[in-house]
């Protein structure tokens, strides 16, 4: 069983940064690939960044040159730096760990650009 803990997600000005945080802890599971998914209100989720073990990258469209995705292979951890954010970046966001048997899901973080 692999448990998630994410931090980061709050209250931004248009044009400001955020840095998401989310960690894998538990027993037995080996981690293939990580990444952050989000969902606005009315939306289908939607995914955001995602990077493998080996450091390949992913990204939506709508967040290229804005976002990064970057990892902690030792710490099980990822990272989602998210400049320029505007109010369409406005989700919870989710993220989720790849293993060799499944994929497990965060409980999910709300960031809300807004002046």
């Known amino acids: 069983q692999v448990q998630l803990v994410e931090s980061g997600g709050g209250l931004v000005q248009p044009g400001g940064s955020l840095r998401l945080s989310c960690a894998a802890s538990?027993?037995?599971?080996?981690?293939?690939?990580m990444g952050w998914y989000r969902q606005a209100p009315g939306k289908q989720r939607e995914l955001v960044a995602r990077?493998?073990?080996?450091?390949?990258?992913r990204y939506a469209d709508s967040v290229k040159g804005r976002f990064t995705i970057s990892r902690d292979n030792p710490k099980n951890t990822v990272y989602l730096q998210m400049n320029t954010l505007q109010p369409e970046d406005t989700a919870v966001y989710y993220c989720?760990?790849?293993?060799?048997?499944?994929?497990?899901w965060g409980q999910g973080t709300q960031v809300t650009v807004s002046s």
């Open positions: 990077i493998t073990y080996g450091d390949r990258t």
């Open positions: 989720v760990v790849e293993t060799t048997n499944r994929g497990y």
């Open positions: 538990g027993s037995g599971f080996s981690i293939s690939a």
